[in-house]
């Protein structure tokens, strides 16, 4: 069974920075194309970052580029997302996204970590 | 990259069949065939329903059918059911720095 599980969300002042990380089996993650999503309260979905199988290949949201780094650890079945420079606006639920095997779609979603940004 | 256009919200009663719109451009819904639609409950993380236009993953009712016609991109629900009720998405592969692109989202209803 896959299961992606989310950690590290939690309430930061703006300007800060937070790890999200999220945890990932059931499936071979190396083989795997991951991507970080996330929404607002009471608003829609936003696509924020890619990471390819081998890590070598990243690409990000231009709301979030320049602030946000993605990673991952393939040894340890983990993906990563580095949040630096935290606007009030970045205040949402954070989904680790598994790629699908035929790709360009989500097939497998984490439960989601909530981050707040508020002084 | 704006988002895809969605109607707020479409209602229905059990048994009826309904469909949700997913507009966007030629970049993005009309330039790709790789449009998907996903549905949220309350609280819950989302759950893909199609991919591809009309590809339903192995577990995924036969109710939930998708098409495509120039920049519009259509999800059909047949035989509407109380667990029905939900938020549905669509989402666009984009091929610039902006990988993937959101729908506004529908509130759909089941009366």
């Known amino acids: 069974e896959v299961q992606l599980v989310e950690s590290g969300g939690g309430l930061v002042q703006p300007g800060g920075s937070l790890r999200l990380s999220c945890a990932a089996s059931?499936?071979?993650?190396?083989?795997?194309?991951m991507h970080w999503v996330r929404q607002a309260p009471g608003e829609g979905l936003e696509w924020l970052s890619y990471i390819s199988e081998d890590g070598d290949i990243k690409k990000y949201a231009d709301s979030i580029k320049g602030r946000f780094t993605t990673s991952r650890d393939n040894a340890k079945n983990s993906l990563f997302l580095q949040m630096d420079s935290l606007r009030d606006e970045d205040t949402a639920v954070y989904y680790c996204?598994?790629?699908?095997?035929?790709?360009?779609?989500?097939?497998?979603w984490g439960q989601g970590t909530l981050v707040t940004v508020s002084s | 990259q704006s988002a895809l256009t969605q109607p707020a919200s479409v209602s229905g009663s059990p048994g009826q069949s309904i469909a949700i719109s997913c507009t966007g451009t030629s970049s993005d819904v009309g330039g790709s065939n790789h449009v998907s639609w996903y549905q949220q409950h309350p609280g819950k993380a989302p759950k893909l329903l199609l991919y591809d236009v009309t590809n339903r993953p192995s577990g995924v009712s036969d109710r939930f059918s998708g098409s495509k016609s120039g920049n519009t991109a259509s999800l059909t629900i047949s035989g509407l059911q109380a667990e029905d009720d939900a938020d549905y998405y669509c989402s666009s592969y984009v091929s610039t720095t902006t990988l993937y692109v959101f729908g506004t989202g529908t509130k759909v209803t089941v009366l």
């Open positions: 059931g499936f071979t993650f190396n083989s795997q194309e």
């Open positions: 996204v598994k790629e699908g095997a035929q790709e360009y779609h989500f097939d497998y």
